[in-house]
């Protein structure tokens, strides 16, 4: 299997969310210098003459991209569910990152709040997660970065630094404010590091505390009232199929009404190491 850790992967389908998830993917090549992908998954029954035309509307729209802002766009279309081969192709081409479309919560296209999670929880690879273009093609101005007790918060921490060496990004770090004292200082562990590695690498931040009952709520007003660029989370480890079916916190972040896109990192991802994004 082709192995392509310079790609920016954005699943495609022609729809509008599709195209702004493209726009941010090339906001990011451009500074990266990273290709992009244009992936389409077609149903199992899909003729070859289908096959075919789906891949030539792709690599036109692929030749566009390239006319009018210089990004190197490669293009993959493969039969199956999004569910498989998303995570498939993205994990076997051990690609940098995958920009997203999804449609909210609700609606009848298939990558809705809860069915983005479900392909993201199977990928190895980080995910931008987006509803809306981009406000504008030079940078991610504020990044909201909750921070909790769990071990593996730390993994994220690499996307924040990643942003902010691009993107000359501040970082917005949410304290869970936590009344047990070994998750009080299981916390305060994890800020003190994330705090220790942002200075280290030259990164604005600012810090806020919110009551860690209400962190999905608070980490949504604060994003609201900043108009932030991006939120960064981590996904449930061991994601279950009741939390696809009643809903796990992640989704309704990632669906906000506000539209603000949400890069979300799964626990012991292989994107813990920055390096094939900033050197090379």
């Not at 692929?62 to 569910?83: L, N």
């Not at 809306?132 to 593996?152: G, L």
């Not at 990004?169 to 562990?189: F, G, P, V, W, Y």
Request: charged share 25%; proline share 4%; net charge positive.
């Amino acid at each position: 299997m082709e192995v392509d850790s310079k790609m920016i992967v954005v699943p495609w389908d022609f729809t509008p969310v599709t195209e702004y998830a493209l726009q941010h993917a090339i906001k990011i090549s451009l500074m990266t210098r990273n290709d992009v992908c244009l992936l389409h998954i077609v149903e199992k029954i899909t003729t070859e003459g289908g096959m075919k035309a789906k891949q030539a509307a792709m690599e036109n729209r692929g030749a566009d991209v390239e006319r009018k802002f210089g990004v190197k766009v490669k293009t993959h279309v493969a039969r199956g569910s999004i569910f498989k081969q998303i995570p498939e192709f993205v994990n076997d081409r051990k690609a940098s990152l995958v920009v997203m479309g999804t449609h909210g919560m609700s609606g009848m296209q298939k990558l809705t709040g809860s069915w983005a999670l479900k392909v993201i929880a199977k990928s190895k690879v980080p995910y931008i997660v987006v509803q809306a273009p981009p406000d504008d093609n030079e940078r991610y101005h504020n990044i909201v970065f909750p921070v909790d007790f769990r071990s593996e918060e730390k993994e994220k921490l690499s996307m924040a630094i990643f942003m902010g060496k691009y993107f000359d990004s501040k970082i917005h770090i949410l304290k869970a404010q936590r009344k047990d004292d070994s998750l009080a200082k299981k916390t305060n562990l994890n800020l003190n590091y994330t705090v220790r590695m942002l200075i280290q690498n030259n990164i604005e931040y600012e810090l806020h505390e919110i009551p860690a009952d209400k962190i999905g709520e608070r980490t949504l007003e604060i994003a609201q009232e900043m108009k932030a660029d991006l939120i960064l989370i981590m996904t449930t480890k061991d994601i279950t199929f009741a939390d696809f079916v009643f809903g796990a916190k992640e989704q309704f972040i990632i669906a906000n009404s506000s539209k603000i896109p949400v890069c979300c990192v799964n626990p012991t991802s292989a994107y813990a190491n920055v390096g094939q994004f900033m050197y090379g």
